[in-house]
């Protein structure tokens, strides 16, 4: 089964990290993706430019509405993810607690829906068309 890692991180806190220990941080972090990757684990990883780069999209009463940033009440901000390959959510929890950035943010693991079986649900088995974002 697939589950989306998503690493959560404060700004502010990575901001007074010093150097090597940021260092240091992504050389475990990408030493500990190598590994998944090596054993047929990881199928994506990628990081995220900062959050004042974002911008939030919201279509109300026909209108689309299109803000700076992202739309959030929380210190620590979406930094990356990682796409991983794992038997049961235990196994991913397992793999996602081996992250560095465990110890100074968050790191949240979501199973993913197979979505073939949604547009089944919604299209009928005969349907071939493919809805944009599905």
Not at 36 to 56: C, N, V, Y
Not at 122 to 127: D, I, K, Q, T
Request: glycine share 8%; aromatic share 6%.
């Amino acid at each position: 089964m697939k589950y989306l890692v998503m690493i959560y991180v404060d700004p502010a806190e990575l901001s007074r990290m010093p150097e090597e220990e940021f260092k240091r941080r992504m050389a475990g972090c990408l030493a500990h993706a190598d590994e998944l990757r090596g054993a047929g684990k990881l199928l994506d990883a990628q990081m995220l430019q900062g959050a004042q780069t974002a911008r939030s999209v919201r279509v109300r009463n026909g209108r689309p509405m299109v803000t700076d940033g992202p739309y959030t009440e929380t210190k620590e901000l979406l930094a990356g993810f990682n796409l991983i390959e794992a038997e049961d959510i235990d196994e991913a929890v397992r793999m996602a607690s081996e992250f560095p950035w465990t110890e100074i943010g968050c790191v949240e693991v979501r199973p993913i829906l197979a979505i073939g079986a949604v547009r089944e649900q919604v299209h009928g088995a005969s349907a071939s068309g493919v809805r944009p974002g599905l």
